[in-house]
């Protein structure tokens, strides 16, 4: 059985992220009473602090970050209670054995998330299994980004596993731990309605969309060396289209689920030079308006000129029996004009309207599952409009509509980091993400980047507050479908 840990690590613990969703995630779990009673959470960086002053930080992230309204003085006492702090440099050895002091019995119950830039993964793990912290028992999380291609993410994913074996290492993509994704999969697996029409028959395409209108947030130093396709497909939009377009697995469990996903990665049509072109859109955005509001262009606000994408559409294939001919439309891109997550579903037409001789047209069945800001589900059907139909009958696409936050009003939305860091601490690895899955979504984007240089293409401009190049446009024009917007 696998134990819960008593011990987590955390690694950056000063950093934004711990900052904004780590520390608030793990009190939102203390709240509902859902931490193991004995859990104390160990926060390890190079600035030198003590308990307490590590304490008042956290306290401060708290406050700052917590859903109004939800902050209480009792829980906060309790929560901070379990905080400690070790200071440590990940380059110094020292640093480890005074943490594995501190941690005393490493054997038993230790979990380690590692919120730093991924150039730290190497020492972090050669610093834990040089002060015995790499114990069999001890399960370690990773935050993206995990490499830069193929070839890098294997470097990270072998250095990993000289201390951690497969099954104790927890890659996050954090898409995961959203309530929406993993909806999709009751969506699809506990109904029966949609399986027998999920297939290549009866759907025409499908669409990914994850749209931004923040630029870099001071993230440039890394967003410039990324990119859209590195920072946003290679990962949460793979990830999507392989719920969207993996087989029921036999059970839900990790090695089930993460099967069915992988077989979906490899059967991606790989992306060439000879039909890049066809298939791939890039875009930057210049200085342009959100909700009225100028904002400067990219290259105004990295500090230079440059050739990264903010922006990337592409249109994917899935050579399997199952999508034979359906494209799969993904769009990613920064200072749209709104944000929003959203995976689009077309259905195919009605093979033969009744309606057409009575001057009525129908449109195809819609399902679109809004991710964010806005978790929903709304199926589109055709109706007939109120009337006596003398003019002839007409037709109306309705929506039937579920709010997912209204359907469930008496339940927390929660931080998708609460589940992930729960299922750490337990020890549920089906919302990780497995190695192989991690690699064959690098073959793929690698692909596409070499046959970019191949053929020179770098970035179309477009204006902050637009859907992207026109050109973005085109891509599904071409094939008679237009983006949903
Ligand atoms: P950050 O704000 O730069 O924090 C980095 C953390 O690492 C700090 O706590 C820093 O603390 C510590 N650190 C740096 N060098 C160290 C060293 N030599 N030894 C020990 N600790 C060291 O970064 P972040 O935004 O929190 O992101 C952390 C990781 O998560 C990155 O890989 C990032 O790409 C990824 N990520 C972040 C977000 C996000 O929303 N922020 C989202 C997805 C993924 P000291 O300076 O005190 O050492």
Same mark, same amino acid.
């Given at each position: 059985m696998v134990e819960k840990a008593s011990t987590l690590l955390m690694f950056g613990a000063t950093g934004?992220?711990?900052r904004r969703m780590l520390l608030p995630s793990l009190y939102g779990l203390d709240s509902?009473?859902?931490?193991?009673a004995d859990l104390r959470i160990i926060g390890t960086a190079r600035t030198e602090l003590g308990d307490e002053a590590f304490r008042e930080r956290a306290d401060a992230a708290l406050k700052e970050h917590l859903p109004q309204g939800f902050y209480s003085e009792g829980i906060a006492k309790r929560f901070l209670g379990r905080l400690h702090y070790v200071p440590l440099d990940i380059k110094d050895q020292s640093g480890f054995d005074r943490l594995a002091k501190r941690i005393g019995?490493?054997?038993?119950?230790v979990a380690i998330f590692l919120s730093t830039a991924p150039s730290l993964f190497k020492p972090t793990i050669d610093g834990l299994a040089g002060a015995g912290l790499a114990c069999p028992t001890v399960r370690m999380a990773l935050e993206k980004p995990l490499g830069s291609d193929l070839e890098s993410s294997r470097e990270i994913n072998d250095s990993v596993a000289g201390a951690f074996p497969e099954d104790r290492t927890f890659r996050i993509d954090h898409y995961l731990g959203k309530e929406t994704v993993q909806n999709l999969l009751a969506l699809r697996f506990a109904n029966s309605m949609f399986e027998p029409l999920w297939n290549a028959t009866h759907i025409d395409h499908v669409q990914i969309t994850v749209a931004e209108t923040i630029g870099l947030e001071g993230r440039g130093d890394y967003?410039?060396?990324?990119?859209?396709l590195r920072d946003m497909v290679q990962n949460h939009m793979l990830q999507l289209l392989a719920l969207v377009a993996m087989e029921p697995p036999a059970d839900f469990n990790s090695t089930a689920v993460r099967d069915e996903k992988v077989k979906v990665l490899h059967a991606l049509r790989a992306i060439t030079s000879a039909d890049v072109e066809a298939n791939s859109v890039t875009g930057q955005y210049l200085r342009g308006a959100i909700d009225g509001e100028p904002v400067p262009g990219y290259a105004e606000e990295v500090g230079h000129e440059s050739t990264t994408e903010t922006f990337v559409a592409l249109k994917a294939h899935i050579d399997n029996w199952r999508w034979k001919g359906v494209p799969f439309y993904l769009r990613t891109g920064k200072r749209m004009p709104m944000r929003d997550t959203e995976i689009f579903i077309q259905f195919r037409d009605v093979p033969y309207s009744i309606f057409a001789s009575r001057g009525a047209t129908t449109k195809p069945n819609k399902l679109i599952i809004g991710v964010q800001p806005e978790e929903t589900?709304?199926?589109h059907l055709m109706a007939k409009t109120p009337g006596l139909? #003398?003019?002839?009958?007409r037709l109306r696409e309705i929506p039937l509509d579920i709010g997912l936050a209204n359907a469930f009003s008496e339940y927390r939305r929660r931080i998708a980091y609460e589940r992930l860091l729960l299922d750490l601490i337990e020890g549920d690895p089906t919302l990780f993400v497995r190695r192989d899955e991690v690699e064959a979504q690098w073959g793929w984007i690698d692909r596409i #980047?070499?046959?970019?240089?191949?053929k020179g293409l770098t970035p179309r401009p477009y204006a902050a507050g637009t859907w992207g190049p026109s050109a973005a446009i085109a891509l599904t024009e071409r094939d008679g479908i237009s983006w949903h917007e």
């Open positions: 934004d992220l711990a509902d009473g859902l931490l193991p019995d490493p054997c038993h119950g967003y410039d060396q990324a990119g859209a589900i709304s199926l139909d #003398r003019q002839g009958v #980047r070499a046959a970019w240089t191949e």
